[in-house]
């Protein structure tokens, strides 16, 4: 089966930019959907963003036009990069693969990472 890890979190500013990466392992990806979810303390996992094996690609409204997802099937590896991030960007950030169309439900997701933590302070 496919194992996911994401890096890249870290604790920044409001306005200022991440990256984040899921790398893959087990299997190739390019037959994989890939969505990003985040979670804050207390709250439910909501629906970042998504690409699928044909890197179509779907957004949150809170994140459209500040968010870009991209993979590269050749390094196994999808990519999250966020700019002018706010207070309420702040989660653990969860890089998830499904063998499915794409999707903004968490539960059309089989595989998912470990997550990164994310903290935009003010």
């Known amino acids: 089966q496919i194992e996911l890890v994401e890096s890249g979190g870290g604790v920044v500013q409001t306005g200022a930019a991440l990256r984040l990466s899921c790398a893959a392992s087990?299997?190739?990806?390019?037959?994989?959907?890939f969505g990003w979810f985040r979670q804050a303390p207390g709250k439910e996992r909501e629906f970042v963003a998504a690409i699928t094996w044909g890197s179509t690609t779907g957004y949150a409204d809170s994140v459209k036009g500040r968010f870009t997802v991209s993979r590269d099937n050749a390094k196994s590896t999808v990519t999250l990069e966020m700019n002018r991030l706010k207070p309420e960007d702040s989660a653990i950030y969860y890089c998830?693969?499904?063998?499915?169309?794409?999707?903004?439900?968490?539960?059309?997701?089989?595989?998912w990472g470990q997550g990164t933590q994310v903290t935009v302070s003010s």
């Open positions: 998830a693969a499904a063998r499915t169309s794409i999707s903004r439900e968490a539960q059309e997701y089989r595989f």
């Open positions: 087990g299997q190739p990806i390019n037959t994989y959907a």
